[in-house]
């Protein structure tokens, strides 16, 4: 008699999918892709974007068909019995259909009505899920009222409104802080090991890939490594180690310069330091002649040797943004501040946005607001941006006061929003032609700069697609490149990385690093916590406050414990934040 807990729930057997492109090329999402996911596990699909993941998830939820190869779920081929599989599984897509205008408990009534849940399985049911995601006490709140890692959650539930025998999740975590998420992974982790539900999900993070049980990286619609994440994590065994940036020197320019020495495959700065991954055979020497130390491979670092295959260093070209060169870079200023927020307040009726919140960003710095969901980043950086009105305070934008000089101070400002801004159904051309006339460039200018922002960011190719059928990190490249059609003094990037695979965002942030470099100022917001690591200073907001303010080292510290004396940024952030959510001793939670 067969073992049940040896038989895989999903197993997929030479797969293939094409789908017809812009110019009626045929474009292969899936090629012969293998693979196995056992009972009661957690396994993970990474990979860059376009590599296949959302199309491998749609075939395994029936809602298309590979064009050859064999699929079974649960048993069931999906794509002769769609339906039985329909019923069975929990699916959760990267945009999940929650109805705003209806409160939580109306949003799950509807997928209980939509899914055939009886009265009593929903008795049995609402009060485990509402313990679950913690939305409890949040029931009567309109969907569209919540935060963004609340969403998620609801979103989770609605998607357990019934015990699914299996639980598929397009990127569950995307655009959710690092509370919220390790919540949700709180939530997973229950599902897979208290009761047994097998979960297979997508992620953009590469450290939740590092927590899974089995782990498939594609690439390109091809399998390039499959197991579980130490095994794969082996590719870069031998090849990680830390180097310390010169004094005066910050790490994401040592990170520049790194990237392109023949014998690095990766850098990316973090505590101070810059990681490292060397290409295979170039030794444990020094690099560019800095020491180099070795430290213990990760995930990512092998994700990163499995995406760029081994060339001879003197065939490596300059990494992406290496060249990245304004025709008229900010003209250098006196030693003030280029943005001043002084006791900055945004009220919305009753609710305060915005509480009081002050500093100051100066000409080439990067400065990171960092915080929840919710906490008031996207809210300030409109008001700084001149979108939205402030209740009161004080907002400078190079000297001029956005109250009395808003036209004055927009010219000197790029804004590249949280979710992709840009007209989807606008090609590339007709997107940058738009905003070089809007920005007020005519003639001779609109056009070398439209050249520029073509040629930099490598958009020829996509010239003529529309915005809105762009691969991910090319709508990111598009909406970056509109931003600095008029060469602006300042640049605001509110989660601008959101959902970005760790190839796209190196390139986004060498880019980042070579405008400040030329004396751009740069505010972001961000979740990934390690792209704080490119901050020259950081402030951490929670409803609306100022709750830490200081530089990435200064900020880590927060987060020592006796448990934990060398803490992350990500593990500071929770500090910061639980720390201030908790009441004082002697006091009662509100």
Not at 161 to 173: F, I, K, M, Q, Y
Request: hydrophobic share 40%; proline share 6%.
């Amino acid at each position: 008699m067969t073992d049940p807990a040896a038989v895989p729930v999903i197993e997929g057997r030479g797969l293939s999918k094409q789908f017809r492109g812009a110019a009626k090329q045929s474009i292969d999402a899936l090629s012969e892709v293998s693979f196995r996911v056992m009972p009661a596990s957690l396994t993970a699909l990474v990979g860059p974007d376009g590599a296949g993941k959302t199309t491998l998830i749609r075939l395994m939820a029936g809602l298309m068909s590979a064009d050859s190869g064999e699929l079974t779920v649960l048993g069931v081929d999906p794509s002769r019995d769609p339906q039985t599989i329909q019923n069975r599984i929990g699916y959760m897509p990267q945009r999940f259909g929650l109805y705003e205008d209806l409160s939580v408990q109306e949003n799950l009534d509807l997928y209980a009505d939509l899914h055939g849940v009886s009265q009593a399985e929903r008795r049995a049911r609402y009060p485990e899920l509402m313990d679950m995601t913690a939305l409890g006490p949040f029931t009567r709140r309109l969907a569209g009222k919540l935060s963004g890692g609340m969403k998620q959650k609801l979103g989770l539930a609605c998607s357990l409104v019934r015990s699914p025998d299996l639980l598929l999740l397009d990127e569950p975590t995307v655009g959710v802080d690092p509370l919220s998420r390790r919540e949700l992974w709180d939530i997973i982790d229950r599902l897979v090991r208290e009761k047994g539900v097998p979960v297979l999900l997508s992620t953009a993070y590469l450290d939740e890939a590092g927590r899974c049980d089995h782990v498939v990286v594609l690439h390109e619609g091809k399998v390039l490594a499959e197991g579980v994440p130490g095994d794969v994590t082996k590719a870069a065994d031998g090849r990680t180690f830390a180097v310390r940036a010169q004094a005066g020197e910050p790490a994401r320019e040592l990170q520049a310069r790194l990237l392109d020495e023949p014998d690095v495959l990766d850098a990316t700065p973090e505590a101070g330091l810059v990681r490292v991954v060397r290409r295979a055979g170039t030794g444990d020497g020094p690099i560019a002649g800095l020491e180099a130390t070795a430290v213990p491979a990760r995930f990512e670092d092998a994700f990163m040797v499995l995406m760029q295959p081994d060339a001879a260093p003197k065939d490596k070209a300059p990494s992406a943004g290496a060249d990245m060169k304004l025709d008229h870079p900010p003209a250098a200023g006196g030693d003030g501040p280029v943005v001043e927020v002084r006791d900055l307040v945004k009220r919305f009726g009753d609710f305060v946005a915005v509480d009081k919140v002050s500093f100051e960003v100066r000409r080439g710095e990067i400065f990171g607001l960092l915080g929840p969901n919710g906490a008031g980043k996207t809210t300030t950086f409109r008001m700084l941006c001149g979108l939205l009105n402030a209740t009161s305070g004080v907002l400078k934008i190079s000297g001029a006061d956005l109250k009395r000089s808003p036209a004055s101070a927009r010219q000197k400002i790029g804004y590249v929003a949280q979710k992709f801004s840009l007209y989807a159904q606008l090609s590339v051309s007709e997107n940058l032609d738009f905003f070089a006339s809007a920005y007020g460039l005519h003639g001779a200018r609109r056009r070398e700069r439209i050249d520029w922002a073509v040629g930099q960011f490598e958009l020829g190719p996509f010239a003529q697609q529309l915005g809105g059928q762009l691969p991910g990190g090319y709508k990111q490249r598009l909406a970056t490149a509109a931003a600095l059609l008029h060469e602006p003094d300042i640049l605001f990037l509110d989660e601008a990385t959101s959902g970005a695979d760790p190839l796209a965002r190196r390139e986004f942030w060498r880019r980042i690093t070579a405008l400040a470099k030329q004396g751009v100022t740069v505010i972001v917001t961000t979740h990934f916590m390690v792209e704080a690591e490119y901050c020259d200073r950081i402030a951490i907001l929670d409803s609306g406050r100022v709750l830490a303010q200081g530089s990435p080292t200064e900020i880590r510290a927060r987060g020592v414990t006796p448990d934990n004396a060398d803490p992350t940024m990500e593990d500071a952030f929770i500090a910061v934040i639980e720390a201030a959510r908790t009441p004082a001793s002697g006091e009662k939670a509100a």
